[in-house]
């Protein structure tokens, strides 16, 4: 979007700037413009509380949970939490989103009431997320893993085990990932 007083980058021809410019200053252009800015400056956790920013990286949820399965030779079950943690988080400790913070929080409340063995992935899938996918099939904070955590879809169909993936297609992936560290 043209900003008003902005100069020409060097590497755009002058003839190419101004219909640039006269493109970006189309009134259908700007109305354009301000319907797709306004989700992403919303404040979804309510007013004062700031915009919501991507955090996640080039990494999906599910790379980085499959990525510390292999590092440690466990399931991508046992690493849920820890890529849940890792991605709203800011470098200085700050979440992303209050719903993020509010759902740490609540898994580490019952962590705390279960003792030192408490696995942190299965409170959060179960205990706090409730172990179910919405109607789009998602369950927040998990990505793309997010069917193959939960036993029961929504479809009937349940094509991997109540640990996770498929115990075939885990060892597989624990095997390109140890190739490719």
């Not at 008003?4 to 970006?24: F, Q």
């Not at 510390?68 to 939490?81: L, N, P």
Request: charged content about 35%; overall charge positive; hydrophobic content about 35%.
């Amino acid at each position: 979007m043209y900003i008003d007083g902005k100069s020409r980058p060097t590497y755009v021809p002058p003839e190419m700037w101004s219909g640039l410019i006269d493109h970006w200053k189309d009134p259908k252009v700007i109305e354009k413009f301000e319907a797709s800015k306004k989700p992403r400056m919303s404040e979804p956790d309510g007013p004062g509380t700031g915009i919501r920013k991507q955090r996640g990286g080039s990494l999906s949820i599910e790379e980085r949970a499959m990525r510390k399965a292999a590092e440690r030779g466990v399931s991508v079950m046992d690493c849920v939490y820890e890529a849940f943690r890792d991605t709203p988080i800011f470098k200085d400790g700050s979440y992303t989103s209050k719903m993020a913070a509010d759902i740490d929080a609540r898994v580490r409340e019952i962590a705390a009431t279960r003792g030192d063995k408490a696995n942190l992935s299965q409170i959060l899938i179960n205990d706090v997320l409730g172990g179910k996918l919405d109607k789009k099939k998602r369950l927040f904070g998990t990505g793309n893993l997010a069917e193959s955590l939960v036993p029961e879809r929504t479809t009937g169909l349940n094509a991997r085990t109540s640990a996770g993936l498929d115990p075939s297609v885990r060892a597989e992936i624990r095997e390109e990932l140890r190739e490719e560290l």
